[in-house]
């Protein structure tokens, strides 16, 4: 049995695109402008903030099954290593672009710092579908990618993780291969890698549990008890119903969860293991489940609850939708679920949101552990690594609100202002080479 893991498993980090699919970057950039003008922003700092710092573009020749050769074109864009080396995930699908891999580089930045990871951002992507490919082409695909890329990547340089429709299992076939060309075994070169290669304990649960972690903070800040509050989940995937059960065991009451089959609400609260049982036994969908009401996800995104999580995907929060929603706290666990027209809104209601650059950066935090205990060939405990996940997100959740407060801004716009002037001052600090 030559695979240990279903390359199709759907147990991936995904990270759709963001926001406005012509032009991600630029719209990536709508919230970077306003954190730029806060913070008065060196002009020439943010000529050079706005753009990847390297480009690289391969053409990839792979062996098919039948015996005929097929190129994909792979894509690896650090946006930026002032603070260290570059750490985000590669994406296999078949509308991946340039323009979408370099705003979610740029994501990575500013996410990275945000959390004080010292890494800079990165993403990679190649133009394939994994779906019409066997386990073998994956692994020819991704073998020939980390060759093409092997002066790219390192533990000290580029560091890889997993993205949409890429796993555990190709991330050990990237460690592989990159170790096959060191001459030795270099596990840190990649994280979200299987734990028996390296892999660190909690990172699947990572971005769930830091989604809990930041949502107990905002509560706190406007004096609510966990026990008090409802609490409407959009997506049931790694990380909303992580979110929803750890919600959950904190004493709210999760009165509505959805995947892409609708909304599921009831409103004496949903069991959610009960819920997470039915559907692994129902091929991963909530499709069916009779403990609760059926709602659309329009009407689950407007529901009367105190906290709403919206973790499927991004521009799920339109100008309409929140003109109609009353969570009082949103907790962005998905990439984007916020279109930038629907912000002033929100922030006129005084919602309360934590946007998904301090929300979702549980994973990458884990990521970082994964790859500090690599580089000490030492492993943690489970506890070790969710009791060091709970401080780093407090302490990120902290900085960020007092930055909004000081700015009198939006928690959105004070974690662009952390992430930025953290880069930013780096960059002074460092000087611009010569
Ligand atoms: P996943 O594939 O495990 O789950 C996605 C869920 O969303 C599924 O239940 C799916 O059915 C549902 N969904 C899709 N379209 C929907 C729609 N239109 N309405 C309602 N539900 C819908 O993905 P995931 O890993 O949980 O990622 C979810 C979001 O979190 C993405 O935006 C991703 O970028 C972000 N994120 C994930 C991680 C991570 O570690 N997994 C880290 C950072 C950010």
């Avoid at 299987?194 to 304990?201: R, Y």
């Avoid at 409802?230 to 750890?246: E, R, Y």
Wanted: with cysteine.
């Amino acid at each position: 049995m030559p695979f240990k893991f279903d390359v199709h498993d759907r147990s991936v980090y995904r990270e759709p695109a963001p926001i406005d699919q012509d032009s991600p970057f630029q719209s990536m950039m709508e919230r970077f402008d306003v954190a730029a003008e806060i913070l008065e922003l060196n002009p020439g700092f943010y000529e050079y903030l706005c753009r990847p710092a390297r480009v690289f573009m391969t053409s990839v020749p792979v062996v098919m099954d039948t015996g005929h050769v097929k190129v994909f074109d792979g894509i690896r864009v650090i946006h930026n290593n002032v603070l260290g080396p570059s750490k985000g995930g590669i994406r296999y699908a078949p509308d991946v672009t340039l323009s979408e891999v370099k705003a979610l580089a740029a994501w990575m930045t500013w996410k990275c710092a945000v959390v004080d990871v010292p890494f800079g951002g990165a993403k990679g992507g190649v133009v394939c579908n994994p779906r019409e490919m066997s386990p073998g082409e994956l692994e020819r695909l991704t073998r020939r990618y980390t060759s093409d890329l092997f002066n790219v990547f390192g533990p000290d340089r580029d560091i890889p993780a997993p993205d949409m429709n890429t796993n555990e299992q190709i991330m050990a076939w990237i460690l592989d291969t990159y170790s096959m060309h060191s001459r030795r075994t270099e596990n840190a070169v990649v994280t979200g890698k299987p734990v028996a290669l390296g892999g660190s304990e909690g990172r699947h649960e990572a971005t769930g549990r830091g989604v809990m972690t930041v949502t107990l903070a905002a509560l706190e800040q406007i004096d609510r008890s966990p026990k008090d509050c409802t609490v409407a989940v959009q997506g049931f995937g790694n990380v909303g119903s992580v979110a929803a059960q750890l919600l959950q065991e904190q004493g709210c009451t999760v009165v509505a969860v959805s995947d892409v089959t609708g909304g599921y609400y009831n409103a004496d609260g949903l069991d959610i293991p009960a819920v997470q049982q039915y559907v692994k036994e129902n091929g991963g969908a909530l499709e069916g489940y009779t403990e609760a009401t059926h709602v659309t996800n329009e009407e689950l995104l407007t529901l009367d609850v105190d906290v709403l999580v919206p973790a499927a995907k991004e521009d799920q929060i339109t100008k309409s939708i929140a003109k109609d929603m009353k969570a009082r706290v949103v907790v962005e666990g998905a990439n984007g679920p916020t279109v930038p027209a629907a912000d002033d809104i929100l922030n006129e209601k005084g919602v309360l949101v934590v946007p998904d650059i301090l929300a979702n950066a549980g994973g990458v935090t884990v990521s970082y552990f994964e790859w500090v205990q690599d580089r000490q060939g030492y492993f943690w405990s489970l506890k070790r690594v969710n009791k060091r996940l709970k401080r780093t997100m407090t302490d990120a959740f902290n900085r960020v609100y007092e930055t909004a407060e000081k700015h009198d801004t939006s928690l959105r716009i004070g974690a662009y202002v952390v992430g930025v002037s953290k880069v930013a001052e780096a960059l002074r600090l460092r000087g611009i080479y010569a």
